[in-house]
């Protein structure tokens, strides 16, 4: 799994062991692809691009800075297997489907019950649903909440996927 992330994912989230390095990479929308809403908006108030500038994502050793555009900063990796529902707006229950875009759902549900955690795909377990509607339903279609872009894992057999996550698991 750690010869697949250093091939296709070190580059924007860092590397990890002795060597750690955190890149704090921004990516741009048209190379990400997911849903836009948050990074416009963020960019709407220059004084948010002063405040993340003089925060600790700017200090060295990270020295990440943001200029005027659209995108995100793609974040460290440390404790990912924790951390579902995952993306910048937490549309993707677990690693598996965040790994896999053709098998995101449009509408979804947990439990939350604390346990109900699927340690195999890393993320929530959850239920396809239908439509939206309710607020237990996390709906996709709605503006700010779209499952798309990071379509990154597409290329990866299954094998490659699944030793993925397992390395995953052990940051």
């Known amino acids: ?5 250093d091939q296709y994912c070190s580059g924007c989230h860092g590397t990890y062991g002795t060597n750690e390095t955190y890149p704090n ?3 741009d929308l048209d190379r990400i692809g997911t849903d836009s809403l948050l990074s416009v908006s963020n960019y709407a108030y220059m004084s948010f691009v002063d405040y ?4 600790w994502f700017a200090q060295e050793p990270h020295s990440a800075s943001m200029e005027p555009g659209y995108g995100y900063v793609a974040p460290p990796l440390d404790g990912i297997w924790a951390t579902a529902p995952y993306l910048h707006n937490a549309s993707v229950p677990d690693l598996e489907t965040l790994l ?3 098998t ?3 509408y979804w549900k947990r439990s939350f019950i604390n346990s109900d955690y699927n340690m195999s795909k890393i993320g929530w377990n959850y239920t396809e649903e239908t ?3 309710d607020k237990y339903t996390y709906d996709t279609t709605i503006p700010g909440y779209g499952n798309s872009g990071h379509a990154f894992g597409d290329t990866l057999s299954n094998e490659q996927r699944t030793s993925l996550i397992e390395y995953l698991k052990s940051l």
């Open 25 to 27: 990479l921004f990516v």
């Open 1 to 5: 799994g750690k010869i697949v992330f």
């Open 52 to 55: 993340y500038n003089t925060s």
């Open 131 to 133: 439509s939206g509607g």
């Open 104 to 106: 995101r759902p449009k």
């Open 100 to 102: 896999n875009s053709s």
